[in-house]
């Protein structure tokens, strides 16, 4: 979605996860647990997320959005709700900003319902949704930010640069299956950790 990957070389590649990481959770009346929103309402960036963006895009990073979004499938939204939210966080963030140069989503789950119902190579941990996002993009480190274990084992599978945001709203996703390079408290400590990495004297 939004635009098309760039193909030239770039200082480095950065894929976020999107929710909890990039915007705040919301509370979900299904299962009492703040996940991903399902309303345009519901989208909150998070802090310090928008000025981060910039810093990177200022030292030539490509950034990029993967993310499950399985509740559709599940019956719990609409697909054109899950649209909404996607519209509403690109919104925010170019409101603010640089947003991120492509957005990947995986709209099925293995228990899902219809079409979306089946197991496939886009869902993470699977790292299929990162490969068809970076493809074509030069870059010689990558880095994958997250809050759950399926975001740290797509990035892993690849071999890139892992740091795991722990966010506490979203701690029932991490059950230490796969263990990333660093973990930090907020997704601006990530950012500033990126950018300090690829600032430091060689």
Same mark, same amino acid.
């Given at each position: 979605?939004? =635009?098309?990957?760039?193909? !030239?070389?770039?200082?480095?590649?950065?894929? #976020?996860?999107?929710?909890?990481?990039?915007?705040?959770?919301?509370?979900?009346?299904?299962?009492?647990?703040?996940?991903?929103?399902?309303?345009?309402?519901?989208?909150?960036?998070?802090?310090?997320?928008?000025?981060?963006?910039?810093?990177?895009?200022?030292?030539?990073?490509?950034? #990029?959005?993967?993310?499950?979004?399985? =509740?559709?499938?599940?019956?719990?939204? *609409?697909?054109?709700?899950?649209?909404?939210?996607?519209?509403?966080?690109?919104?925010?963030?170019?409101?603010?900003?640089?947003?991120?140069?492509?957005?990947?989503?995986?709209?099925? !789950?293995?228990?899902?319902?219809?079409?979306?119902?089946?197991?496939?190579?886009?869902?993470?941990?699977?790292?299929?949704?990162?490969?068809?996002?970076?493809?074509?993009?030069? =870059?010689?480190?990558?880095?994958?930010?997250?809050?759950?274990?399926?975001?740290?084992?797509?990035?892993?599978?690849?071999?890139?640069?892992?740091?795991?945001?722990?966010?506490?709203?979203?701690?029932?996703?991490?059950?230490?299956?796969?263990?990333?390079?660093?973990?930090?408290? *907020?997704?601006? !400590?990530?950012?500033? =950790?990126?950018? !300090?990495?690829? *600032?430091?004297?060689?």
């Amino acid at each position: 979605m939004t =635009a098309p990957a760039p193909s !030239h070389a770039v200082r480095a590649v950065v894929v #976020f996860d999107r929710d909890g990481t990039l915007n705040e959770l919301a509370l979900d009346e299904w299962t009492g647990r703040y996940e991903s929103p399902y309303a345009a309402s519901d989208v909150r960036l998070i802090g310090g997320v928008a000025e981060g963006l910039s810093r990177l895009d200022e030292l030539g990073v490509a950034c #990029f959005v993967a993310s499950n979004q399985p =509740a559709a499938a599940k019956g719990r939204t *609409t697909l054109r709700n899950l649209a909404a939210v996607h519209q509403a966080v690109d919104s925010l963030l170019r409101a603010s900003g640089p947003a991120p140069r492509r957005y990947g989503y995986c709209l099925h !789950h293995p228990a899902g319902r219809g079409r979306l119902g089946r197991v496939c190579l886009c869902r993470k941990p699977k790292p299929g949704m990162l490969r068809a996002l970076t493809n074509g993009v030069a =870059a010689p480190v990558r880095y994958l930010v997250g809050d759950s274990d399926a975001d740290i084992g797509a990035g892993n599978a690849l071999g890139w640069r892992t740091i795991r945001v722990d966010n506490p709203r979203s701690a029932h996703r991490r059950r230490g299956q796969y263990a990333p390079a660093y973990s930090v408290p *907020t997704t601006a !400590h990530a950012m500033a =950790a990126i950018c !300090h990495e690829l *600032t430091k004297p060689r």
